[in-house]
């Protein structure tokens, strides 16, 4: 009986990957119940945990066929609160990760205080004033905390008070405008130099040659450009308007749900010019991909690729910026060049959200060994407190740890992956390791169950920037080369 009701769980929910029906959400009230079911299976796991989104969200009952305006879009009520945290600064850089470019923390120095309104579009479809709640109404329950922006703008200083652009940081601007300038990129060498970050100016054209959307061959590439934006809005015209059709329904009613919760407190990503071209994106990538079609989590990751090509044209402040004031051609090239980018991308780790998610579930299992080879010490301590990976390294695998890191430090988190061989799909795995190693210290005070769940599960990282990260990639290279002997399943 056990394993038919395994069986059938999964053919239930065939239809919409990732989510589970009302009359399956688990009912456990606390963590303690969570605890007190003792889970034999995957789809068992993911019932118990809080995840990549929330179980008890009833946001969208009342979708029906039609498209809802965007004035219907539900606002989340998600609110985080974080805590400082010690570092441990001790790492070891790559080899080809000179001392002094070590990435810098961007961080203003003053308290800066954000316009309390959302920018509006220009379009027909507007926010609900009574159900989206301003950036300031959103944060009045957080701590008192400098705003640190979104992307790191040339104007923001680092804590020590460094010139906002020194003179090794100009060399290395200038090393990365001769590569991008050159007839045939290099694209080895340009991946030498990505991989300790890469300069807010040439981010987007970097992005674009790493990601294998650009040729290397500076002639072709306003070529391919144009064919391939082109043919995105191909199938926008040819595919979009089936989202109401009873085949495709269920699926963009699911992004149609999930977009108002991608980074709720920034206001960029609530415009209604913005949450259209996510909800175009994501559905035109599910029907072209049945073998996984729509899973929630993917919506977080179009978030870095929109960002860094918005700022191409966005010289700072781009979290508050009215994309509607953008030309329509403009918008056009950056919806098109986001889809083709984290098309790219999902590629590589398309197994993470096929059926019953194999990928995600291998690289936990990965996950677990690994750290029981790094660190005894934790790994025997979740086993004393009875806590799974699965119930906290599901979402960092599903999101990439865009859940637990500010989206400022995804995207310098990204430099690296896309200029590591296998970045999303092999080295993210370390970086998850040496993410956890990072909190020793305080998962091995915690004394019972909920506690240990409820730190990994909210891991103060608020006001980390591009040094913290700087230092966890050091750690996860580093480890990744101690532990070269690893399983084959490590590259799963």
Known sequence: ?????????????AKVPGRFPKDTKPKF??????????????????????????????????????PAPASSLP???????????????????????????????????????????VVKSSSDAHLNTSSVRSPLQKQQSLPVRPIIPLVARMSD????????????????????????????????????????????????????LLSGYLPANKERRELVLRRKRDEYFGFIEQYYHSRTDENFKDTYRQIHIDIPRTNPLIPLFQQPVV??????????????????????????????????????????????????????????????????CMSKLLDGIQDNYTFAQPGIQNKVKALEELVSRIDEDIHNYFI??????????????????????????????????????????????YVCAAFLIEWRKEILSMIDFQGLLMLLQNLPTIHWGNEEVGLLLAEAYRLKYMFADAPSHYKR
């Not at 009986?1 to 929910?13: P, V």
């Not at 009875?386 to 865009?402: H, I």
């Open 1 to 13: 009986m056990a394993t038919e009701n395994r069986i059938n769980f999964w053919r239930r929910n």
């Open 29 to 66: 009230s606390n963590l303690n119940d969570v605890k007190s079911k003792k889970a034999s299976s995957f789809h068992e796991f993911a019932r118990s945990t809080n995840d990549a989104w929330d179980l008890d969200d009833e946001e969208g009952e009342d979708f029906l066929g039609p």
């Open 75 to 117: 606002s989340t009520q998600k609110q985080q609160q974080s805590q400082g945290g010690d570092t441990d600064t001790h790492r070891l850089a790559p080899p080809w990760t000179e001392a002094e470019n070590l990435p810098i923390v961007q961080e203003d120095t003053e308290c800066e205080h954000v316009n309390g309104k």
């Open 157 to 208: 200083q680092n804590s020590s008070g460094a010139p906002p652009m020194t003179v090794r940081e100009k060399s290395r601007l200038d090393k990365f405008k001769y590569l991008l300038g050159s007839p045939n990129t290099d694209l080895e060498e340009l991946r030498k130099h990505s991989w300790s970050g890469i300069p807010r100016e040439v981010r987007p054209i970097t992005w674009r």
């Open 275 to 340: 949450q259209e071209v996510f909800e175009r994106i994501l559905f035109i990538w599910a029907i072209r991909h049945p073998a996984s079609g729509y899973v929630q989590g993917i919506n977080d990751l179009v978030t870095p690729f929109f960002v860094v090509f918005l700022s191409e044209f966005v010289p700072e402040d781009v979290e508050n910026f009215d994309v509607a004031a953008l030309p329509l051609d403009t918008q056009r090239n950056i919806e098109a060049d986001s889809f083709w």
């Open 384 to 429: 004393k407190y009875e806590v799974e990976y699965l119930q906290f390294a599901f979402r960092w695998m599903n999101n990439l740890l865009m859940r637990e890191l500010p989206l400022r430090c995804t995207i310098r988190l990204w430099d690296t992956y896309q200029a590591e061989s296998e970045g999303f799909s092999h080295f993210h795995l």
